[in-house]
């Protein structure tokens, strides 16, 4: 039986997130969840497993926080989920969740599709789905904002800067989708209770053989505000307070 592997990750709340006066980062009171962007990439997989009527498999790769995500993710369709549980996972650089990754996928059968998120709502590095594709030598394609499969090809149309691009490529292959691949359905109840009857397969790097050993590290970690003018055109007609605007927007080049 064919399967499509989701790959998502367990990510801080944005909303949790408090920046304090010297800009540090407070992330005391930040909850987990499973990043936005990989709800997308999980109903792809669920959508894609069902062309192929195969099994739409989660993957993740995660400290012991994330051991409540298998749930989530579960009850958003898929069959079953793989956990790979260790506390490095906080420090991994892309090369190392990669290596983590492609290294589970390796012990998983009859692999079609891997299917990623063009990038986590946390980091947005976009580096997960090219590397597992260069490590498992797979073909990839990325920014895909629709896919179609016929048999063993699957079309995927791109979104770029200014244009559409139609590609074809031959199963089995990774695919980094974007949100608008397809709406992330908020699970019903249903769903919900019957995620905890299904299967996770729980992994530690031990058992995976593989180097977590970070390539590159954060020195620094602080909040951004953004310093607004505060101009208000409020003179004249709208015409009058419109060209104003315009010409506010030339002059600082935004225009």
Do not use: H
């Not at 490095?88 to 299917?115: C, E, H, N, Y």
């Not at 260069?134 to 394609?141: E, M, Q, S």
Request: net charge neutral.
């Amino acid at each position: 039986m064919s399967q499509v592997i989701a790959c998502y990750k367990w990510v801080v709340d944005e909303a949790d997130i408090r920046i304090n006066t010297d800009l540090t980062v407070d992330l005391s009171k930040a909850k987990g969840k499973i990043s936005d962007y990989d709800k997308n990439a999980i109903e792809a997989a669920v959508q894609a497993a069902a062309s192929l009527n195969g099994k739409a498999i989660g993957l993740t790769f995660g400290t012991a926080e994330a051991k409540p995500s298998l749930k989530d993710a579960l009850s958003r369709g898929l069959d079953e989920a793989w956990y790979i549980n260790d506390q490095q996972a906080g420090q991994a650089d892309g090369a190392g969740t990669a290596r983590a990754l492609a290294a589970a996928i390796k012990r998983m059968p009859d692999v079609s599709l891997i299917i990623c998120a063009e990038g986590a709502s946390d980091t947005y590095a976009r580096q997960t789905a090219p590397r597992i594709g260069a490590l498992l030598d797979l073909p990839v394609v990325t920014s895909a904002g629709k896919i179609e499969i016929s048999g063993n090809t699957l079309t995927a149309v791109r979104i770029l800067d200014d244009c559409l691009q139609t590609v074809k490529v031959e199963l089995p292959a990774v695919i980094a989708v974007l949100p608008e691949i397809n709406p992330a359905p908020i699970p019903g109840l249903k769903a919900v209770l019957a995620a905890g009857k299904k299967p996770v397969t729980e992994l530690k790097t031990q058992d995976l053989g593989i180097d977590l050993a970070p390539k590159t590290s954060v020195t620094e970690f602080k909040g951004y505000i953004m310093n607004r003018k505060n101009i208000i055109f409020n003179e004249g007609q709208t015409a009058d307070k419109v060209n104003a605007l315009a010409t506010a927007l030339r002059k600082e080049g935004v225009l």
